[in-house]
């Protein structure tokens, strides 16, 4: 059974770091992409970024270039979400998704249950 | 950016009704569009990929169609447990982007 366990949210200072974690388990991790989406409160769904399978490409959406950064260790199943500089925008439930194989790799067929992070003063 | 655009943003409908909702996107995407269903609490789930696909394990009374920029999901015979909130996403090219969501209501 596939299985993505976010940890790492919590309530942070306007300019602060966090570092989100997910931890994967029922499939081969290093064969898949892996992103962040997030979702605001009582808002849509926002993808944040995207890591290879080797972590050699990554993407990101514009509202957090230059201060997020995703990695991942394929030897711990584990992919993580670097938050620097943080803002009040940045406020949102955080998610972790596996991507569907090959070219398909944008389209996210398994979601971890998500983990809050809360930028405010 | 391709700006994804569903409609309606809202709809209440009845058990048993038909009930479509469609997705534009900004520009051509060919075939790659999917569909989540969000229940308040949880994590999206995948429904329909490459804008026809039916996710395994999803019942047969959803179904997607459409390409190019054009899209509808459509859900055959509603049962209470589809009453949730639908986004479409396009898997075309980054960014990634979602529609807006449709919240599906009971009537």
């Known amino acids: 059974e596939v299985q993505l366990v976010e940890s790492g949210g919590g309530l942070v200072q306007p300019g602060g770091s966090l570092r989100l974690s997910c931890a994967a388990s029922?499939?081969?991790?290093?064969?898949?992409?892996m992103s962040w989406v997030r979702q605001a409160p009582g808002k849509g769904l926002e993808w944040v970024s995207v890591?290879?399978?080797?972590?050699?490409?990554?993407y990101y959406a514009d509202s957090v270039k230059g201060r997020f950064t995703i990695s991942r260790d394929n030897s711990k199943n584990t992919v993580y979400l670097q938050m620097n500089s943080l803002r009040d925008e940045d406020t949102a439930v955080y998610f972790c998704?596996?991507?569907?194989?090959?070219?398909?790799?944008?389209?996210?067929?398994?979601w971890g249950q998500g983990t809050l992070v809360t930028v405010s003063s | 950016d391709i700006q994804m655009t569903q409609s309606p943003s809202s709809l209440s409908a009845s058990v048993g009704d038909r009930v479509t909702i469609t997705c534009r996107a900004s520009?051509?995407?060919?075939?790659?569009l999917n569909w989540y269903q969000q229940k308040p609490g949880k994590a999206p789930e995948l429904l329909i990929y490459?804008?026809?696909s039916l996710q395994s394990g999803v019942p047969s009374r959803f179904s997607g169609s459409g390409s190019g920029t054009d899209f509808t999901l459509t859900i055959s015979s509603l049962q209470p447990e589809d009453f949730a909130t639908y986004y479409c996403?396009?898997?075309?090219?980054?960014?990634?982007?979602f529609g807006q969501g449709t919240r599906l209501e009971i009537k």
């Open positions: 490459a804008a026809s």
């Open positions: 520009q051509s995407i060919s075939t790659y």
């Open positions: 029922g499939f081969t991790f290093s064969s898949y992409a």
């Open positions: 998704a596996k991507g569907v194989s090959g070219s398909y790799y944008k389209t996210f067929d398994y």
């Open positions: 890591i290879s399978t080797s972590g050699g490409t990554t």
């Open positions: 996403q396009q898997s075309y090219s980054t960014p990634i982007t």
